[in-house]
């Protein structure tokens, strides 16, 4: 099944405790990016890859850093967590579906910045 | 720079009523439009696109055309179901730039 996975689904941790939110994506797609869901706001983009060793910045990249290893593995890294990062988190991948394109999301990750 | 500017929810309807979200843009070029859904507790899902002036898009009963000269990406469906309860995202990509710009969201209920 084509899917996007993302962990943890939930996190809990405390302000300068530094974490990853893993992301992996089977469908080959070259183009993967971040988002974060904030009540009122929408989703906005942290980073995004358009190919291997390839990242930019999106709209709210301050406190986050992505790498992109491998096609397949997206990762979002907190190096000092802090409250205001408190948000749902969403991966997702780009490929082409019915003569155009189309992202695919993955399910989300809340987190909680004590 | 682009932007989409969806009408306010949340917005609570009967089953079997006409449905319609608003969804204005504004962007540089030609952008394609797209409409997600998000069920309670999933991520995002395309539910249509429309990639030209006059496009429509359609599925599972919604509609939605790419008005130019009014910059609107209205959605609608004849008659809502129960299971059509979620959040709907209007949003765009405009030219070869990569990122998807999104509007805020607005929230659907509907009642038996």
């Known amino acids: 099944e084509a899917q996007v996975t993302q962990n943890p689904r939930y996190l809990i941790t405390v302000t300068g405790k530094k974490l990853t939110v893993t992301c992996s994506q089977n469908m080959n797609h070259e183009y993967m990016s971040w988002y974060r869901q904030d009540p009122g706001l929408g989703l906005r983009q942290i980073y995004y890859s358009m190919n291997v060793e390839v990242t930019d910045k999106g709209d709210v990249p301050e406190g986050y850093k992505v790498s992109r290893k491998e096609k397949r593995n997206f990762p979002l890294i907190l190096e000092s967590p802090s409250p205001n990062q408190t948000s749902l988190y969403f991966c997702?991948?780009?490929?082409?579906?019915?003569?155009?394109?189309?992202?695919?999301f993955g399910p989300g990750t809340r987190l909680t910045v004590l | 720079g682009n932007s989409v500017t969806q009408m306010e929810g949340p917005v609570t309807l009967s089953e079997e009523a006409f449905l319609t979200i608003n969804c204005t843009y504004t962007a540089t070029g030609y952008p394609s439009l797209f409409w997600y859904v998000q069920y309670p507790g999933e991520g995002l899902q395309l539910l249509l696109k429309?990639?030209?002036?006059?496009d429509k898009g359609s599925n599972k009963g919604f509609e939605a055309t790419y008005r130019k000269e009014t910059t609107s990406f209205h959605l609608e469906k004849g008659s809502v179901q129960v299971s059509d309860s979620a959040v709907y995202f209007c949003a765009l990509n405009s030219g070869g730039y990569q990122k998807v710009t999104f509007g805020t969201g607005t929230k659907l209920q509907v009642i038996p």
């Open positions: 429309a990639t030209k002036a006059d």
């Open positions: 997702a991948s780009r490929g082409t579906s019915g003569g155009g394109w189309a992202q695919y």
